[in-house]
């Protein structure tokens, strides 16, 4: 009879264990297909994504717009042409010191041909030591490189439909999500079943457009001033177009970590190439790092706030997925994303902070010792009434009655 119950019970936790392992692996499955299918579905889906984040960075501008009477429409076609006017406006920023660059180039490639040939020396012992292991791998054949034949501007060309097109639903997205978003939040509260989810939903949406707005909003004065000053110090040192450094500074701040790395390269080249010398080339990127590091430790921590900082890790992750996923493009919407799971997820799963033991204990010590200052001091002792008895006020004219 044991020996029965005991199959019966290993029989059932095996089946609770496959039963788990199950959900799991559809689960994983899951995941999976959606990964698969956001990357595959770029074309359409990055330049929607990003419309709504831009969207809600200027959905306060179209409130403030429909508070004066404007229509919905009206406001939101003058918010898509003031970005449109904007981009227009960095691309003539850009163009005229990119064309000159685009002239110095063969100029610029010769100087770093020329810094690139001290390393001439350890390139060949690498090939030396690559010759070595071939014979010693017994690999003596030769390996055959076969270059295809293609053309640049037969590349730009088929390229030119496809990003004519994502701009083209980025525009038009833009547009209708900024017309139609308070239909989209009425539409969605109407789905939800009971009062509880009508109250979350709500607040999710509150905190989505608020901590979105405000955090892209913050970024872009932020980002402005970092232009500004990268521009000022770039003029300061001597290096050739500084307000094109302080530009693609602004620009690539956007983007975290892959931004600020790519800036520092093309400084470092930029640098190398003017002046010829490592230290002068490392003087622009040192003080970039510099300007960046002020910006990310004590300016941006400080206009945001406690509740709009998010663990590096997690932005880090973000970052390497959709720049995976969907490029540069990725990039731009990858703490934006964060900022909208974490507002989902803080409202569909209520959380409690946790604090740390050390602060616990910091906190307990500061409550033990305010309850003490606030003891009542101890009364003085009262004398006891079988000792001293009040004696009566004595009459004049008589003398004091002893107490019995």
């Given at each position: 009879?044991?020996?029965?119950?005991?199959?019966?019970?290993?029989?059932?936790?095996?089946?609770?264990?496959?039963?788990?392992?199950?959900?799991?692996?559809?689960?994983?499955?899951?995941?999976?297909?959606?990964l698969?299918?956001?990357?595959?579905?770029?074309?359409i889906?990055?330049?929607?994504?990003l419309?709504?984040?831009?969207?809600?960075?200027?959905?306060?501008?179209?409130?403030?717009?429909?508070?004066?009477?404007?229509?919905?429409g009206?406001?939101?076609?003058?918010?898509?042409?003031?970005?449109?006017?904007?981009?227009?406006?960095?691309?003539?920023?850009f163009?005229?010191?990119?064309?000159?660059?685009?002239?110095?180039?063969?100029?610029?490639w010769?100087?770093l041909?020329?810094?690139?040939?001290?390393?001439?020396?350890?390139?060949?012992?690498l090939?030396a030591?690559q010759?070595q292991?071939?014979?010693?791998?017994?690999?003596?054949?030769?390996?055959?490189?076969?270059?295809?034949?293609?053309?640049?501007?037969?590349?730009i060309?088929?390229?030119?439909?496809?990003?004519?097109?994502?701009?083209?639903?980025?525009?038009?997205?833009?547009?209708?999500?900024?017309?139609?978003?308070?239909?989209?939040?009425?539409?969605?509260?109407?789905?939800?079943?009971?009062?509880r989810?009508?109250?979350?939903?709500?607040?999710?949406?509150?905190?989505?457009?608020?901590?979105?707005?405000?955090?892209?909003?913050?970024?872009?004065?932020?980002?402005?001033?970092?232009?500004?000053?990268?521009?000022?110090?770039?003029?300061?040192?001597?290096?050739?177009?500084?307000?094109?450094?302080?530009?693609?500074?602004?620009?690539?701040?956007?983007?975290p970590?892959?931004?600020?790395?790519?800036?520092?390269?093309?400084?470092?080249?930029?640098?190398?190439s003017?002046?010829?010398?490592?230290?002068?080339a490392?003087?622009?990127?040192?003080?970039?790092w510099?300007?960046?590091?002020?910006?990310?430790?004590?300016?941006?921590?400080?206009?945001?706030?406690?509740?709009?900082?998010?663990?590096?890790?997690?932005?880090?992750?973000?970052?390497?997925?959709?720049?995976w996923?969907w490029?540069?493009?990725?990039?731009?919407?990858?703490?934006?994303s964060?900022?909208?799971?974490?507002?989902?997820v803080?409202?569909i799963?209520?959380?409690?902070?946790?604090?740390?033991?050390?602060?616990?204990?910091?906190?307990n010590?500061k409550?033990?010792?305010?309850m003490?200052?606030?003891?009542p001091k101890?009364?003085?002792?009262?004398?006891?009434?079988?000792?001293?008895?009040?004696?009566?006020?004595?009459?004049?004219?008589?003398?004091?009655?002893?107490?019995?």
């Open positions: 009879m044991r020996n029965a119950v005991a199959r019966d019970i290993s029989r059932t936790n095996f089946e609770r264990v496959l039963g788990n392992a199950s959900q799991m692996a559809m689960v994983l499955v899951g995941v999976v297909v959606a698969v299918a956001i990357q595959a579905a770029q074309v889906l990055a330049p929607v994504l419309a709504i984040t831009i969207g809600l960075m200027f959905g306060p501008l179209a409130d403030l717009m429909e508070r004066r009477g404007i229509p919905e009206v406001s939101a076609g003058i918010a898509v042409l003031i970005l449109v006017l904007v981009i227009v406006a960095g691309g003539f920023l163009y005229g010191p990119l064309s000159e660059w685009a002239q110095r180039g063969p100029q610029i010769a100087r041909q020329g810094q690139l040939a001290n390393l001439k020396e350890p390139i060949e012992s090939g030591l010759d292991l071939k014979g010693v791998l017994g690999s003596n054949q030769a390996m055959e490189v076969t270059v295809e034949d293609g053309s640049t501007v037969t590349g060309a088929m390229l030119a439909p496809a990003i004519f097109a994502q701009v083209l639903i980025f525009l038009v997205s833009l547009y209708f999500f900024l017309a139609t978003r308070d239909q989209i939040r009425v539409a969605t509260l109407s789905l939800c079943v009971s009062r989810m009508r109250w979350r939903t709500a607040h999710v949406f509150r905190d989505v457009e608020l901590k979105v707005s405000k955090y892209l909003l913050t970024i872009t004065m932020v980002n402005c001033g970092v232009g500004v000053v990268v521009a000022l110090l770039m003029w300061a040192i001597g290096m050739p177009s500084p307000i094109l450094w302080g530009a693609m500074a602004a620009v690539l701040n956007y983007i970590f892959v931004g600020q790395a790519f800036m520092a390269l093309t400084l470092f080249l930029v640098g190398l003017t002046w010829g010398d490592l230290g002068h490392a003087l622009p990127v040192g003080l970039y510099c300007v960046n590091f002020i910006e990310g430790n004590f300016v941006s921590p400080n206009l945001l706030g406690r509740t709009m900082t998010i663990n590096p890790f997690m932005i880090f992750l973000s970052l390497t997925f959709w720049l996923a490029g540069p493009v990725g990039g731009l919407i990858a703490v934006p964060l900022l909208i799971l974490y507002s989902i803080t409202h799963l209520p959380t409690r902070q946790v604090t740390p033991r050390k602060a616990r204990r910091l906190v010590q409550a033990t010792r305010d003490a200052e606030a003891e101890a009364a003085p002792p009262q004398p006891s009434p079988q000792v001293v008895a009040e004696k009566p006020a004595s009459r004049p004219g008589k003398k004091p009655v002893a107490a019995t």
